[in-house]
């Protein structure tokens, strides 16, 4: 708005033209507003296959129901064609609001996807073919290929194929998409602007050697590009950078070149089409580095090719760093020098290579041909995976302030602007500037010690973060079934994103409590994720494996039958179920008195009513108890609703169906006076601790957020 205001009185806009365009910013605010809560649980009576999404050599369906779509999974391995309608009672599910505190938001990704729910079918289908409209034929069409592809060749390549010709990443491994990440290079195996513009490139190119008049030409690859945007469904990357080529070379038939008209033009479109694309980082970052990009070609336009294409990497490495901190908490330190080494390798190879092949797919496949592109992908991919392994591209940044996104944009345009006008001393000192700026952004300038309730549903995650000493404990990781195994691991969901935003990357302690799927279901995936220092756990649990343990390699392993307490700055924990002779993992489990400040803390694990009576002649103190059992009447004795402490912290799922926590455990705890804070209705949950006091924060029931003697 600033930026607007300015340019409106350097330009002279009259005040008229400036409340219009206020009373336009001011009316699609409030759009977003007021449309926030649109998705609701209800039933729809059929749906039609409309799609297909490919995932680890799985289908997922999108269905509609009149104009709305859903996503349609099956819980066995029927087909079903496109054109296929069901009918009956189909229950949509839809998703939750965010319970953790991060910035992961499935109801506003569902918007920007146009999605209004899933739909889970469980039993047998009454479905009926129905004739095929022209999208459903070219979706059709676009799944007939990816079989030819599939069945063309025994090697791995074939993943690069459907994934750089129609944006299926179905046979492609993590993580190699990780490696294209880690290197900045991801963009370059998304259909997007770089794919358009080098197709056009080819077309213009082959028609102009046919002799075929510019005219006709500009035609003909105008009509490929339509035909191409239709392969890929209007997706949004692709249905920017095609509409953006045709009215390029349309406005080439007036010569002329409205740069900046054309790309407004394609953004309005866009949120026309789908108003919520703007929240989309993709959106925000194409047309970011698009329009810088316009902005700048006077400076380099008269360059060499190589030091434009050098001068186009940096400043869009530059331009979108406020934009992938905001989005991704992290900033790369050899992005430039990965784009400008791998952007001449895949326009002179790579995309060569998939053209020929879809050429020859349809006219002439030897078997030469076959063992070239095989050795050329294979190559690719082992210097990705290389370059990715060696060294730490990319290093978090916790989530910034608002100041320091107006410090970074500021730095950003001085930056480029002086790398445009070629002042080489200025370059170097802007560049210590963003650095100092980026190294204070990071800094963890608190010295709170949190305990944190993740809301991991039904199981129990719990961090402990002294963020004076950088010291973090992780007791518990949550864990559930995966209807489909190409969904995201629930710690991708709650306990990876929040140690990220905090600029955490290291688990000092990962405490696994008992080998309940519920409590260390995650256990693995989050080992694959960070560096866990040390794990401690019971050897005599009865479900605890040889092949599990194995799988920590670079981790201290601490077996609490040798160790009773653990030590750090400011944090002590003391095991207090040191109790022999069971023979069940729940009373297995270990069971925490945790001294943080002047507070205590007991974690009581999934220990019955039996032995959690043993366990309170064990400690003095307490002010915060973690329930037993996530509130069952197994667990949370009288005794326990007697003892003298404060708080008492409840992690169970909504609607669970074990009716955790049960109603007399509840009742017991209300009629002693302790303050319940339960994950069902708090969501997350952050204490931070004081030498006198603590505050409690919680994300979905604000009134509960306070602070306590």
Do not use: W
């Amino acid at each position: 708005m600033v930026i607007i205001t300015y340019i409106s009185i350097v330009k002279k806009i009259s005040l008229y033209k400036i409340s219009i365009l206020f009373i336009a910013l001011l009316i699609s605010s409030s759009y977003f507003y007021n449309d926030r809560n649109q998705f609701n649980e209800r039933t729809v009576d059929h749906f039609l296959i409309y799609d297909y999404k490919y995932y680890n050599d799985s289908i997922q369906y999108v269905g509609k129901n009149n104009k709305e779509k859903f996503n349609v999974y099956l819980n066995d391995d029927t087909h079903l064609p496109i054109g296929t309608l069901c009918k009956g009672n189909f229950k949509v599910t839809v998703p939750d609001k965010e319970r953790n505190f991060i910035k992961r938001n499935q109801q506003l990704s569902m918007k920007i996807s146009k999605t209004s729910g899933n739909i889970y079918i469980d039993s047998s289908l009454i479905c009926e073919k129905q004739p095929l409209s022209i999208l459903m034929k070219i979706n059709e069409l676009k799944y007939t290929y990816t079989k030819k592809v599939l069945n063309s060749s025994s090697y791995n390549y074939i993943g690069d194929i459907l994934m750089l010709s129609i944006g299926n990443k179905m046979t492609l491994s993590n993580e190699f998409f990780s490696a294209l990440q880690k290197l900045g290079i991801y963009h370059l195996y998304v259909i997007s602007g770089t794919h358009v513009a080098y197709i056009t490139m080819i077309l213009m190119f082959v028609f102009s050697k046919l002799r075929i008049p510019i005219e006709y030409v500009k035609m003909i690859t105008i009509i490929i590009l339509i035909l191409f945007l239709l392969m890929n469904v209007f997706s949004p990357s692709v249905l920017r950078a095609v509409l953006m080529a045709i009215l390029l070379i349309t406005a080439s038939f007036f010569n002329k070149r409205p740069y900046l008209a054309v790309i407004s033009a394609t953004a309005i479109v866009q949120f026309i089409i789908n108003p919520y694309i703007i929240f989309h980082a993709g959106f925000q970052l194409s047309y970011v580095t698009t329009f810088i990009i316009i902005l700048s070609r006077d400076f380099f336009k008269e360059k060499s090719s190589l030091l434009q294409i050098l001068i186009v990497t940096v400043i869009c490495e530059i331009c979108t760093i406020v934009l992938i901190i905001f989005h991704f908490n992290e900033i790369s330190i050899s992005g430039i020098v990965m784009n400008i080494l791998f952007s001449p390798v895949f326009s002179c190879v790579i995309f060569p290579a998939v053209l020929i092949y879809n050429v020859s797919l349809f006219t002439y496949f030897p078997k030469f041909l076959d063992e070239s592109l095989n050795i050329i992908f294979v190559l690719n991919h082992k210097i990705i995976l290389f370059l990715g392994q060696i060294i730490e591209h990319r290093f978090t940044i916790q989530n910034i302030s608002a100041y320091y996104i107006v410090i970074f944009i500021i730095l950003s345009y001085i930056l480029i602007r002086v790398i445009l006008t070629k002042r080489f001393s200025h370059i170097i000192l802007v560049t210590f500037i963003f650095i100092i700026a980026i190294f204070l952004s990071s800094l963890k300038l608190s010295n709170d010690i949190k305990l944190v309730m993740v809301d991991v549903g039904q199981g129990d995650a719990f961090l402990i973060i002294d963020e004076k000493y950088d010291q973090t404990v992780l007791v518990d990781t949550g864990g559930k079934f995966y209807r489909n195994d190409y969904e995201l691991p629930l710690s991708e969901k709650t306990v990876l994103p929040y140690l990220k935003e905090s600029g955490i990357k290291t688990i000092d302690l990962l405490v696994i409590s008992h080998m309940d799927n519920d409590h260390m279901g995650e256990a693995l995936h989050i080992n694959d994720k960070l560096n866990i220092k040390n794990l401690y756990i019971n050897p005599l649990d009865e479900k605890i494996s040889d092949e599990f343990l194995n799988q920590f390699n670079n981790t201290n392993i601490i077996f609490s039958t040798e160790v009773d307490e653990l030590n750090f700055k400011r944090m002590q924990l003391k095991n207090v179920n040191n109790i022999d002779n069971v023979n069940n993992s729940n009373d297995q489990s270990i069971v925490l008195d945790i001294s943080l400040l002047n507070n205590n803390i007991l974690m009581l694990g999934d220990i019955s009513l039996e032995y959690e009576k043993e366990i309170l002649k064990k400690v003095e103190n307490i002010d915060v108890v973690k329930i037993g059992h996530h509130g069952s009447n197994t667990s949370t004795s009288v005794e326990l609703a007697e003892y003298p402490f404060h708080l008492a912290l409840v992690s169970s799922g909504v609607n669970n169906r074990y009716g955790h926590p049960h109603k007399e455990v509840i009742e017991r705890l209300i009629e002693n006076d302790k303050k319940i804070l339960n994950t069902q209705y708090t969501g997350m949950v952050e204490i931070t601790f004081k030498k006198e006091y603590y505050c409690v924060r919680t994300k979905l029931q604000k009134q509960e957020s306070k602070c306590y003697k």
